[in-house]
């Protein structure tokens, strides 16, 4: 007996030093390889802007998942909505398409304000979607598949809804929302590091800004405050947090919005990046976002923001010749990372309760 | 007026029944005690009482109040706390925020502040670990903290279930020593317990629960020299 728990310890032992030496070999080969390459920063810097969008978007799947175990398949179409709230709160005017063509509102706002904006109506819209698809399934006691499923059934109806009202064109946000600043910025070449000049555009500088900001906030909000530590009470036993005075469902409620509040802002950050391409808008950044998780650890929330760096910039890292296989580099990064670390980057194993 | 009074409390499992006309009450200052087999249906009128399951039929009745539909943190609100078998502490927060959220029905920041410092010297192990992961505790202490814990809400009624579940001897009688302890401060206990002597020796009435049914109640000190308690449960 003893003999057995003496090897297993030692194997385990082993195989903790093998995977933290292959981590690290792989790390140091990284480094040598974006220092190496011609635009190796360059592509570093693109990386972490888009990556921290991924980040904060896979937050709000990352925050429903730890509470309710399900993923939450309307997160893509949240998304695009907070990216349309956005458009319209700036006081721009819908296309010629849709019932709601050449509507606009009588006033508008400041970009940063219609940001914000936007975001609290896309968790408004998160709140809605736990009503309707959520927690009538819940209360009856139904199996999460199912409620898998009710989910997709909203993100299709939101699609829909929105190609209804505003058609199925790309939509441009304003010229210089945020004022007259500089498209871009030269970062020299960094003491000779990189053969060319690093620039990087003003707004992914401001893209991975707002994302750092919201990863702060939210890490503060979860660990530091009574809401968010009830919060995590819920997340981890739900009953037992019911026996301590939590109302779970209104904690559920708050876990929606605030889904739905960072992915609405992560869909107006990649609206200024490239446009607001139509309703379809956030079904690829969705499956997208679902790597992320799963590449994080599920339910983790530093394994989303690293999850989402990760494939940030190992997309950035493709060659522009070979740009239709982008989407595909992210599932690849995904799978090699799965057979090594099946719980993900950070998470934890799953320890079985007897 | 009884604090608690449970009539015909019944409640089925799927399609098992669990609990069949339960009808008991607790005194203001009491400590009552269920004993029974495993699966005679304790921990689930403890549940019922919580609103963790729900009720096929009959009334839970709180200082007067019908609380059968309420929720379960409404429950709570109204001073009712349980301290759930198998402990259920929140293994990935520290013993200090698994007592901040036991009261996390109350708004006096000072008074929960003060509270903690009370528990603490209730059960001076918490207060050594108080920064750890509530998970690292052994299981003595983790029933300390899940008693600690719903203290902290200041009940009026506390529900226990099987508080010596697993432990060491000792730490079982260090447990009873605590349960003395509260009744003499007049907290009211409603205790679900296998070690059906040790309750009865700290309660003041007990009543026998077999197969969801009630089939004997009285005086702790009665039932601890009935014949059929002897031989079913003190062996």
């Known amino acids: 007996m003893k003999l057995v728990d003496q090897s297993s310890q030692q194997y385990r032992r082993l195989w903790w030093f093998a995977s933290r030496g292959f981590a690290a070999v792989l790390l140091v080969l990284l480094v040598t390889s974006i220092l190496t390459t011609p635009g190796g920063l360059q592509n570093l810097f693109n990386g972490l802007a888009i990556g921290g969008v991924y980040a904060i978007f896979a937050l709000g799947y990352t925050l429903i998942f730890s509470i309710l175990r399900i993923i939450n398949f309307a997160h893509g179409a949240v998304f695009t909505l907070g990216a349309y709230f956005t458009y319209f709160l700036t006081g721009s005017a819908v296309g010629f398409n849709g019932l709601l063509a050449n509507q606009q509102l009588p006033f508008g706002l400041p970009f940063p304000i219609a940001m914000i904006g936007g975001g609290i109506l896309a968790g408004l819209c998160g709140i809605l979607i736990e009503r309707v698809a959520f927690r009538p399934l819940r209360n009856k006691g139904a199996d999460p598949l199912l409620t898998l499923v009710s989910s997709l059934g909203v993100a299709v109806a939101i699609v829909n809804v929105i190609q209804l009202l505003v058609g199925a064109e790309i939509y441009s946000y304003p010229r210089n929302p945020f004022g007259e600043l500089p498209a871009a910025l030269n970062l020299g070449t960094f003491g000779g590091l990189s053969q060319r000049p690093v620039i990087i555009r003003t707004i992914q500088v401001i893209i991975f800004a707002v994302s750092m900001v919201i990863v702060v906030l939210l890490t503060y909000f979860i660990n530091a405050t009574k809401t968010g530590k009830a919060l995590r009470a819920v997340a981890e036993d739900a009953t037992t947090s019911s026996l301590l005075g939590i109302d779970t469902n209104r904690l559920i409620l708050i876990t929606f919005f605030l889904s739905g509040l960072i992915g609405g802002i992560a869909g107006t950050l990649v609206g200024l990046s490239v446009n607001v391409s139509g309703p379809y808008f956030g079904i690829n950044f969705g499956l997208k976002g679902l790597a992320v998780i799963v590449l994080g650890g599920l339910g983790d929330i530093p394994g989303a923001v690293v999850g989402g760096l990760v494939i940030g910039v190992a997309e950035a890292f493709v060659p522009s010749a070979q740009v239709a296989y982008k989407d595909a580099i992210a599932f690849a990064v995904l799978f090699l990372v799965l057979l090594l670390r099946p719980q993900g980057l950070l998470g934890r194993a799953v320890v079985q309760k007897v | ?235």
């Open chain 2, 1 to 235: 007026m009884a604090l608690l009074e449970i009539e015909n409390l019944s409640v089925n499992y799927g399609g098992i029944r669990a609990l069949q006309s339960v009808s008991l009450s607790v005194e203001r200052g009491e400590i009552v005690t269920l004993i029974g087999a495993n699966g005679a249906g304790k921990s689930t009128t403890l549940r019922a009482i919580s609103r963790i399951v729900n009720a096929r039929q009959g009334r839970i009745i709180l200082d007067g109040k019908d609380v059968s539909r309420l929720a379960p943190h409404e429950i709570v609100k109204l001073g009712v706390a349980h301290c759930p078998e198998g402990r259920r502490v929140l293994a990935r927060q520290s013993v200090y925020d698994n007592l901040m959220l036991g009261a996390y029905v109350r708004r006096d920041a000072a008074g929960v502040k003060a509270d903690i410092e009370l528990q603490f010297k209730r059960f001076p192990r918490l207060e050594e670990r108080r920064n750890q992961l509530a998970g690292t505790l052994s299981g003595g202490e983790q029933q300390m903290l899940a008693i600690a814990r719903a203290l902290m809400s200041r009940p009026r009624l506390l529900l226990l279930d099987e508080p010596s579940l697993g432990l060491a001897p000792l730490i079982v009688r260090e447990i009873f020593r605590i349960i003395g302890e509260l009744h003499n401060e007049g907290v009211t206990i409603l205790l679900v317990e296998q070690n059906a002597s040790l309750a009865l020796q700290h309660a003041n009435r007990g009543y026998v629960l077999e197969a969801g049914e009630l089939t004997i109640r009285g005086n702790a000190a009665d039932l601890l020299k009935d014949e059929r308690v002897r031989q079913a449960y003190l062996g």
